[in-house]
């Protein structure tokens, strides 16, 4: 019995499709690849660099940063320059906006920036480099960065621009000739061996005197002059450190009608 051999049409339609398929993958593989788009190094910093930005940690200290360069700002006590009013160590709030809608008055406890920025004793020494005065500011960093110039002081507002202002040996105030009325001083200069730094002067336009409430233990507007407005970082008002001395800080001629009004705060 003879055998049929398959034809070739069928050969062709058991086959057909794999050579089709061949000739298919071939001429894909001649068409022109696509290029993955790799992003370039720049772009990668860049990404990192935001997402240090974004962190919470930078978001953080960033907020910190703003909120005390603009409104408020904590500092210490470092010595006995305010006694008794304020003792050493003690901590407070600085409102740095105070005096955005009235001057300084009598009587402000203030915090400034350092006579070295604007007194003459301040001459000869080089001024500090770009931030560091925000670097001594921020936990850890104030012994590594410190610098005279960045430093801040803390006295009390005595005189007004314009007023004849007199201090005598014993550390005592007259203001156009009368007595200052001044209930926050305790410790005046009395021993005869070590007698305070007299003053005789007009305040200029534009300053202030500020002296620190231990006549005997103060470097204060005695020794390097009048202090600019323009200088003062602000005004203290609360005490948050020790607890059981919080609050705000006392007035320093309290409420009494009986004052004189020289020793009021002008209003």
Not at 48 to 75: D, Y
Not at 107 to 120: E, I, K, L
Not at 165 to 176: D, K
Not at 225 to 243: K, N, V
Request: aromatic share 8%; glycine share 8%; hydrophobic share 40%.
């Amino acid at each position: 019995m003879n055998e049929k051999k398959p034809s070739q049409s069928a050969h062709n339609h058991n086959h057909g499709p794999e050579h089709h398929g061949d000739h298919q993958a071939a001429a894909l593989e001649k068409l022109p690849k696509a290029k993955v788009a790799h992003p370039s190094r720049w772009s990668r910093f860049g990404v990192a660099i935001l997402s240090v930005i974004a962190s919470p940690s930078v978001l953080i200290l960033a907020g910190f940063i703003a909120m005390r360069s603009l409104v408020v700002e904590a500092r210490f006590i470092p010595s006995g320059s305010m006694l008794p009013a304020l003792q050493l160590q003690d901590r407070l709030l600085v409102n740095k906006l105070s005096y955005r809608s009235r001057p300084p008055e009598r009587g402000d406890v203030v915090v400034f920036h350092s006579p070295y920025r604007f007194a003459p004793m301040g001459q000869g020494i080089a001024d500090p480099f770009r931030g560091q005065c925000v670097l001594v500011s921020l936990p850890g960093f104030a012994q590594i960065f410190r610098h005279p110039k960045c430093d801040a002081y803390i006295k009390r507002v005595v005189a007004l621009p314009g007023e004849r202002v007199s201090v005598n040996p014993l550390g005592q105030v007259w203001i156009n000739g009368q007595p200052l009325l001044e209930p926050y001083v305790e410790y005046i200069c009395d021993d005869p061996e070590r007698l305070c730094q007299p003053l005789e002067a007009q305040v200029p336009a534009g300053h202030v005197l500020a002296l620190g409430d231990n006549r005997p233990n103060s470097q204060d507007g005695r020794f390097w002059g009048f202090l600019p407005i323009d200088q003062i970082i602000g005004r203290a008002w609360l005490r948050f450190w020790p607890l059981e001395t919080s609050g705000p800080l006392p007035l320093p001629y309290g409420t009494g009608e009986d004052l004189s009004e020289l020793g009021k705060p002008a209003v």
